[in-house]
């Protein structure tokens, strides 16, 4: 008890001196790192990522390179063997006077949803060079919805190009940091350009948050070649979506209505690579839960979770309501016959398509600096500590 009630002292006087000194060399402070429970048998390991993100006027190129890459992501962190349920959210940032200080999107397995949000991101506002980081950090740290369970990889995506302001009346870093750590919650950081002012505290963010620190170009410097099947799995996927069926009170089909309008306007908004790669997500084992979302019929009917015949008539999708139970029965099990041989296509040719991009990935030197050889390294150190697997490399 004594010992802990020094140490409790000793990052008392620690963290003062960072908040009065924040150049101070993140060398020599140092937390004791989130404790770590590893994945038994019976467990279904849980991924909780949050990236928080410098929506200012000069991250536009950043901005851009999330809406095309953040299905990858999802997919390179599906790929552990043993498949984790993952959780995505975002913390969008700019500063005092702009349109925003901060909006935040909770942690949620609807990455469609969580993704139709990113879509309306916008690069604007700033000024002075510091941003609020500090009010960022704090935001994706203590108003998300971080699970709960023992058997989590919990990590924060800090993106920016600019430092905190320090002179702003609010929680600071290394407090946030702390309480990040207390929770299980490892913090990496990104600079995206080089601001020389940035480099000290991004550094110390990521050193106290038990995370990476590491510098990109101001674009992000992300994979960003495109492939002759993207098109046709973009088609595919559109195909995949329209096998689903909802049913369930109002309330439950009205929520699913919102998911299937995220869908429609990422199939309307998004380049042919980028709905590729929600494709091979979606028709992975990882994306199975962002796919069908909740109360989806085919799957019920499927799995016996639900009986067709003894659903009341306005549980019922409005497409079954005009037929015959025997009509019901065909339309639904065509579906799901549709949806299997939809998946199968969309795999094969996603090897098709990783084997092109792996050439071109040879051709370019192997683009071991790419931020998305830099996510992937990072993923799979860290989460290797919480007892998940990662093998094949990075998903472009």
């Not at 299905?71 to 984790?84: C, L």
């Not at 349109?99 to 909770?106: L, M």
């Not at 019901?328 to 092109?356: C, N």
Request: with cysteine; aromatic share 8%.
């Amino acid at each position: 008890m004594k010992a802990k009630l020094l140490g409790i002292a000793l990052f008392g006087l620690t963290l003062g001196a960072i908040v009065y000194y924040p150049q101070l060399s993140a060398k020599s402070i140092q937390l004791d790192p989130p404790i770590k429970h590893h994945i038994t048998a019976n467990d279904k390991p849980k991924i909780d990522v949050v990236f928080v993100l410098d929506t200012t006027g000069s991250m536009g190129g950043l901005i851009q390179t999330a809406k095309e890459k953040i299905w990858s992501i999802a997919t390179t962190m599906a790929s552990a063997q043993q498949t984790p349920e993952i959780r995505i959210g975002l913390v969008a940032y700019r500063d005092r006077g702009d349109a925003y200080v901060t909006k935040v999107v909770d942690l949620s397995d609807d990455l469609d949803s969580v993704y139709a949000t990113l879509m309306d991101f916008a690069a604007d506002g700033g000024g002075d060079t510091p941003e609020s980081v500090n009010k960022a950090l704090y935001d994706a740290v203590h108003n998300m919805s971080w699970s709960q369970e023992d058997q989590a990889y919990q990590v924060i995506f800090l993106v920016g190009d600019a430092p905190p302001h320090m002179n702003y009346n609010e929680v600071r870093y290394p407090e946030i940091v702390a309480s990040a750590s207390e929770k299980g919650i490892v913090i990496n950081t990104i600079q995206c350009g080089e601001i020389p002012s940035a480099v000290a505290p991004w550094t110390q963010i990521a050193s106290l948050g038990h995370g990476n620190f590491f510098q990109v170009e101001q674009a992000g410097g992300a994979v960003a070649f495109t492939t002759p099947y993207d098109e046709e799995i973009a088609d595919l996927s559109a195909k995949l979506d329209d096998t689903r069926l909802y049913y369930g009170t109002e309330e439950e089909k009205e929520k699913m209505e919102g998911k299937v309008a995220a869908t429609d306007k990422m199939h309307a908004g998004l380049s042919f690579a980028s709905r590729a790669r929600r494709g091979i997500f979606n028709a992975s084992a990882g994306g199975r839960t962002n796919l069908l979302g909740d109360n989806e019929l085919v799957d019920a009917v499927v799995n016996g979770a639900v009986d067709l015949n003894e659903l009341e008539e306005d549980a019922l999708p409005e497409a079954l309501k005009p037929m015959a139970p025997a009509e019901q029965e065909v339309f639904v099990a065509e579906l799901a016959d549709k949806r299997v041989d939809l998946q199968r296509q969309i795999r094969e040719l996603s090897q098709y398509r990783d084997g092109y991009l792996a050439k071109k990935v040879e051709e370019a030197g192997g683009l071991k600096s790419s931020l998305d050889q830099k996510l992937y390294d990072t993923v799979k150190e860290q989460a290797g500590e919480a007892g998940l697997d990662y093998e094949d490399g990075p998903n472009y």
